[in-house]
């Protein structure tokens, strides 16, 4: 069949040291999985399973570029987080080879519109107006385990105009990236071109517009965006 309009292309990710782009299929985001963000947000973390949520592939914002400050919100917040690549399918995958199923990593930000996330969290709606909205999945480029190996530990930090707003390691992760990967083929077929955002430390805050924000994991490289009224 043929399509009624022309369909928007694929999202592509820049790779590093590549000229070819990763093509995004589904982003899925963990909530909570770090202790000191977990209490921050007012939940106890020591008994409760992973939970998971998504954004929209076309959510994606390149690194450099600016974000646009989303409607129908006045407290936007920031969530630095390191973000695994999937690079083969897999369902029911055990966590001790789970890595075999990532392509590589790339920091990101799970940019958040917490009011509105407060507001459904009262009223027991989904989430979607608060994390899936247009630009709030800024991404740097995806590196290649095969170049930077496998990130299991490593500083993370979020800086909000050269201020520190959130500084953890990757080893505070509640639920490991293989755990967290395993879990999440128990409840969808994992494909290539698939993103996990794995949570975010704590320090959370507000952000508004002419802020450049600026996000790190050790052995990527830095994530810059400013935010911007359109």
């Not at 963000?37 to 399973?49: F, I, L, Q, R, W």
Request: hydrophobic share 40%; aromatic share 8%; charged share 20%.
């Amino acid at each position: 069949m043929q399509p009624v309009f022309i369909p928007q292309p694929n999202t592509l990710i820049a790779i590093h040291a590549s000229q070819a782009g990763f093509p995004v299929r589904r982003i899925y985001c963990v909530g909570r999985n770090y202790a000191a963000h977990a209490k921050e947000m007012g939940v106890d973390p020591a008994h409760e399973a992973p939970f998971f949520f998504s954004k929209p592939a076309d959510a994606v914002v390149a690194n450099g570029a600016d974000i646009v400050y989303p409607p129908r919100t006045k407290n936007l917040h920031h969530e630095i987080e390191l973000v695994v690549a999937i690079g083969k399918a897999g369902y029911n995958i055990n966590p001790n080879t789970a890595e075999q199923y990532i392509y590589g990593y790339a920091v990101g930000n799970d940019l958040t519109r917490r009011d509105l996330q407060a507001k459904a969290k009262q009223l027991r709606q989904p989430w979607e107006t608060s994390k899936a909205f247009d630009c709030s999945a800024p991404i740097s480029k995806i590196f290649p385990a095969t170049q930077v190996g496998h990130i299991r530990t490593g500083a993370i930090w979020l800086k909000v105009n050269n201020e520190i707003r959130q500084q953890a390691d990757i080893g505070d992760l509640i639920w490991s990236i293989p755990k967290l990967i395993a879990e999440l083929s128990c409840l969808f077929e994992l494909k290539a071109g698939d993103l996990i955002f794995t949570g975010t430390p704590a320090g959370v805050a507000a952000v508004e517009p002419g802020d450049l924000i600026e996000g790190y994991v050790d052995g990527l490289e830095v994530l810059s965006n400013r935010i911007v009224i359109k």
